[in-house]
């Protein structure tokens, strides 16, 4: 296991560490075709078979399991909420001790079926369960599934030195913590094809990313509808995914970093503004150095040692992030799938820990930008205020035009 995942492990012994994401689709399907499918994609990819187990030196390893993924089947009419379904997982921690990480939801409306998949976030990021999504719809389809070799962590892609064994009598056993119980509340919105491409191109035109425009939003959206967040030091956190840097697979693993841009006095500028200092506070985050500076950030404190109690009061401090937008980007993939059609996915939606944080995840997919909003304490009506600021930002620059 790489330090990324070690981390991950860590953190999830103080709070729950796992993430969803949700696929809408048209058309439906047996649930025997869903199960049958399920089982291929698992079986392609080694991590979607395993558990975590510690060894005498208190590191973490994986081990085989041969258990199939659980999917939970739910009958509804048209109008039900989806996100209740995610809201209802999200508050179920996994037993990483006995495995597999991922459990699958199947939403079955009349004419639509959302598939929902949670996975924990020590062996997977966004990128992966998106990818899982692609491979089970592969796999309905009738197509087969070529298997994968078990995934590598980034450090082992890098070169760099294993955990090494350390035997130390005098340090003290580890006490877990009592988990409180949570109950995340998930919201989500889908701007039309012609606001998203509205966005492409003015975010293009202003020297930003899309990305940018969604931080600038969310961060002016935040500061308006939360009082005590108005004038105050915002940190905004941004994981970035390193398979591009390290010429990586779609391989089922972790293979992100996390970056925070901190927002202090811009109230006064434009959205632009905000977008392009988005983008610049992440210049440089997306090469294989990136990553490994990263990743000895948390070889440091959680490698070579046996003290699991002091890098878990070290990670109780961690990730204290106001704001994260965690962005998929535009589907890499076909959504056409024989019978069924991938109209949109949402996610990644995940909770940050500390309770008062809003977590925006967002993918483009059909040319139309999904987001959602994940939270203890959710600001209400945050992700339309994010539509209306995006949407005007290019609608003045439109009527300048006229």
């Known amino acids: 296991m790489g330090a990324f995942e070690k981390t991950f492990w860590l953190l999830d012994q103080v709070d729950s560490k796992d993430f969803a994401l949700a696929g809408v689709i048209e058309g439906r399907e047996s649930v025997e075709a869903w199960r049958q499918a399920i089982d291929m994609a698992q079986h392609r990819h080694p991590n979607l078979s395993v558990r975590i187990t510690t060894d005498e030196f208190n590191r973490p390893l994986l081990e085989q399991v041969d258990l199939p993924i659980p999917l939970r089947i739910v009958d509804v009419e048209e109008d039900h909420r989806w996100e209740q379904e995610v809201e209802t997982e999200l508050a179920i921690r996994f037993n990483t001790e006995k495995g597999p990480l991922v459990r699958a939801v199947l939403v079955q409306k009349p004419n639509t079926t959302i598939l929902i998949l949670v996975a924990n976030h020590t062996l997977a990021d966004g990128t992966s369960v998106n990818y899982l999504i692609r491979d089970i719809l592969i796999a309905l389809s009738g197509l087969a599934l070529d298997m994968m070799e078990l995934q590598r962590s980034n450090d082992e892609t890098l070169g760099l030195p294993e955990d090494q064994a350390v035997e130390d009598s005098e340090i003290p056993g580890y006490t877990p913590i009592q988990l409180k119980a949570v109950a995340p509340k998930v919201s989500s919105i889908r701007f039309t094809s012609e606001e998203s491409n509205n966005i492409i191109g003015r975010a293009r035109e202003e020297q930003t990313t899309v990305h940018g425009a969604i931080c600038a939003a969310v961060l002016i959206a935040c500061r308006r509808m939360r009082a005590q967040w108005s004038d105050k030091k915002i940190e905004l956190i941004s994981p970035i995914c390193s398979r591009g840097a390290l010429k990586s697979d779609d391989n089922f693993g972790l293979n992100i970093t996390t970056h925070p841009v901190y927002f202090e006095g811009e109230e006064n500028l434009s959205f632009w503004d905000i977008a392009r200092m988005a983008?610049?506070?992440?210049?440089?985050?997306?090469?294989?150095?990136?990553?490994?500076?990263?990743?000895?950030?948390?070889?440091?404190?959680?490698?070579?040692?046996?003290?699991?109690?002091?890098?878990?009061?070290?990670?109780?401090?961690?990730?204290?992030?106001?704001?994260?937008?965690?962005?998929?980007?535009?589907?890499?993939?076909?959504?056409?799938?024989?019978?069924?059609?991938?109209?949109?996915?949402?996610?990644?939606?995940?909770?940050?820990?500390?309770?008062?944080?809003?977590?925006?995840?967002?993918?483009?997919?059909?040319?139309?930008?999904?987001?959602?909003?994940?939270s203890d304490n959710p600001i209400e009506g945050l992700l339309e205020a994010v539509r209306k600021i995006m949407v005007e930002a290019c609608e003045a620059h439109l009527g300048m035009e006229v």
């Open 279 to 374: 983008k610049a506070g992440l210049a440089g985050t997306e090469t294989a150095e990136h990553v490994k500076n990263y990743i000895q950030f948390f070889r440091d404190f959680t490698f070579n040692s046996a003290d699991l109690q002091k890098m878990v009061d070290i990670l109780k401090e961690a990730f204290n992030q106001e704001i994260m937008v965690t962005n998929l980007g535009k589907l890499k993939y076909s959504t056409d799938f024989g019978n069924l059609k991938l109209q949109a996915v949402y996610g990644p939606m995940v909770r940050s820990g500390k309770g008062m944080e809003q977590t925006v995840g967002a993918v483009s997919s059909n040319g139309c930008l999904c987001l959602t909003n994940t």
